[in-house]
């Protein structure tokens, strides 16, 4: 099992910026896709982004052009950039691979864009 967890969450307000972190223990971290993933309330887990081992990156057309993931395999280490927060981006965010199979979720962080 690789333990994933992920860091840097918070309440902000409209427009401003969050980084989030994920440190996964175990070599096999740089292998693998990555994604970060939303949960928001009453809602279903959604990919909003992913990096490829080699560096290429897609993300959901909610967050295209706000939010920018970047991995540093050297540290077992994905980040997620966060800019222009909108109250629709609230939710848990969690990281694990870009695909199934999934290593056990972490606890995730929490995000809460609100005025």
């Known amino acids: 099992q690789v333990p994933l967890v992920e860091s840097g969450g918070g309440l902000v307000q409209p427009g401003e910026s969050l980084r989030l972190s994920c440190a996964a223990s175990?070599?096999?971290?740089?292998?693998?896709?990555m994604g970060w993933y939303r949960q928001a309330p009453g809602n279903e887990r959604e990919l909003v982004a992913k990096?490829?081992?080699?560096?290429?990156?897609n993300y959901a057309a909610s967050v295209k052009g706000r939010f920018t993931i970047s991995r540093d395999n050297a540290k077992n280490t994905v980040y997620l950039q966060m800019n222009s927060l909108t109250p629709e981006d609230t939710g848990v965010y969690y990281c694990?691979?870009?695909?199934?199979?999934?290593?056990?979720w972490g606890q995730g962080t929490q995000v809460t864009v609100s005025s």
């Open positions: 694990n691979k870009g695909n199934s199979p999934y290593w056990p």
């Open positions: 175990g070599i096999i971290f740089r292998f693998n896709t």
């Open positions: 990096i490829a081992s080699g560096g290429t990156t």
